[in-house]
């Protein structure tokens, strides 16, 4: 078994410190080597490699993982560009992976370029992974649905919200025109909800029609005094002096 670790170690070759620096035990390479070795990473994509930092992985979900800090982006930068800076390194490929290496780290000084790029390495992580495990794949589906459920909640509940204040913006509108029409100058009144509003809200009451129940109110009163006998009948005469007691008529007082 300690055979079969070495041999893998051996295949996997030396770990690659974040700073940018030789791996311990490794040998230190020259400079037209590390200027070969620049070029190489950047014609196949790996600003990574080329600047000696590690590669990002991915987790479950397929989402990019990388673990490197600003600091450590830049202090491996700066020990990557003096070994081929052109002032220091007399190889023919000096110049032109120092420019490759400018390139690089205004990649990651990017947070839109740094997210593409995270991404790319992060799909070519997950493939691998779904390969050794194809169960992966329907997990990281699920897991993709759930998120994907929760934003659209999330966007229902912004639209909702953005509709109740457009609402209440018109209704804000019309008060306020309405409040110019009355032409008042108080701020105030024009941001308080208009009397007009409260009026139109109550209900209207005929008063011709009160008016005409009263009156009726009063004949039928009138009427019914008669039948209780309030008004009395009593005899009369009619005509002039002198006439007879039997012409009389009835005369109500």
């Not at 996997?12 to 037209?32: K, L, N, T």
């Not at 589906?141 to 109740?164: F, G, M, N, P, W």
């Not at 039928?220 to 309030?230: F, K, N, Q, T």
């Amino acid at each position: 078994m300690l055979m079969e670790a070495a041999a893998r170690a051996a295949e996997a070759g030396p770990s690659r410190a974040v700073d940018g620096s030789a791996p311990p035990g490794g040998d230190v390479p020259d400079d037209a080597s590390v200027a070969e070795q620049i070029l190489t990473h950047i014609a196949g994509g790996d600003i990574f490699s080329a600047l000696n930092l590690p590669k990002p992985t991915c987790d479950d979900a397929g989402r990019p993982v990388w673990d490197v800090t600003e600091s450590e982006i830049s202090k491996a930068f700066r020990k990557r560009s003096l070994v081929v800076h052109p002032d220091k390194n007399p190889s023919a490929d000096a110049k032109q992976a120092f420019d490759k290496l400018n390139d690089a780290i205004r990649v990651l000084r990017d947070p839109i370029k740094k997210g593409d790029a995270l991404r790319k390495f992060a799909r070519s992580a997950f493939a691998e992974k779904c390969r050794l495990d194809p169960t992966l794949t329907e997990r990281a589906k699920k897991a993709q649905e759930k998120i994907d459920a929760t934003v659209y909640a999330s966007d229902i509940a912004l639209q909702q919200r953005e509709h109740r204040q457009r609402v209440e913006a018109a209704r804000m509108k019309q008060r306020l025109a309405r409040a110019r029409q009355r032409g008042s100058d108080d701020e105030a009144a024009l941001l308080e909800p208009s009397s007009d509003d409260e009026d139109d809200a109550k209900p209207k009451v005929d008063t011709t029609a009160k008016r005409k129940r009263v009156g009726r109110g009063k004949d039928e009163a009138s009427s019914d005094s008669d039948s209780a006998g309030l008004a009395r009948p009593v005899l009369g005469t009619r005509g002039g002096r002198g006439r007879g007691r039997g012409r009389g008529g009835v005369r109500f007082i």
